[in-house]
């Protein structure tokens, strides 16, 4: 029961994603504007397909273990829940961070990327 619970938990915050998908899009508009340089442009380009990238393999992974009984960890489970949406957070930082304020938020997105990845890595090591 706990385990349909947690993976209808991601199921929902990824179902949130095409939403945010669709303003990022305006965002990198933004974000191209004066005040950025084509680096931050192309650096949150590649950000929003990593992104995308882990919301398909969170998807799959809920899809999976909804089906499955046994889970590994909930620990683990939270653990990969609170690294992805602080991922989602930084992401959108970088969308929106000022010239004096880029290299902070490509750090703090690049940190959280890390740690999502580790997360991952403890439930599914053989996807390293």
Do not use: C, H
Request: hydrophobic share 40%; glycine share 4%; charged share 25%.
């Amino acid at each position: 029961m706990k385990t349909a619970l947690i993976a209808i938990a991601i199921l929902t915050m990824i179902g949130a994603l095409p939403a945010a998908a669709g303003a990022a899009d305006t965002s990198v508009q933004t974000a191209t504007s004066a005040d950025s340089t084509p680096y931050q442009a192309t650096y949150i380009q590649r950000a929003r397909s990593d992104m995308q990238e882990w919301q398909k393999k969170l998807k799959d992974f809920s899809e999976r273990t909804a089906a499955e009984a046994n889970r590994e960890s909930n620990a683990a489970d939270n653990d990969l829940k609170a690294a992805w949406a602080k991922t989602q957070v930084e992401a959108g930082k970088l969308q929106t961070a000022s010239a004096d304020g880029w290299e902070s938020a490509k750090i703090s997105f690049e940190k959280a990327s890390r740690e999502l990845s580790d997360a991952w890595d403890k439930i599914r090591p053989q996807d390293k």
